[in-house]
């Protein structure tokens, strides 16, 4: 193993995760994440983050 990464990712899913087997037993899922998270602009406005997207 070159290196491990490690990312914490809180929030709900959005359906149920897909796994795959690739290639050499490789597993890999792949899944939707839907948060609540909003964001400021420099003139500060407040904009909700984008839902449903995948």
């Keep these: 193993m070159r290196g491990l990464n490690k990312v914490t990712l809180i929030g709900n ?3 149920d995760p897909e796994v795959q087997v690739l290639e050499g037993n490789m ?3 792949k899944f939707s994440l839907a948060t609540s998270e909003s964001f400021h602009t420099k003139r500060a406005r407040c904009i909700p983050a984008p839902t449903g997207t995948p």
């Design 13 to 15: 899913l959005g359906k």
């Design 27 to 29: 597993p890999v899922a």
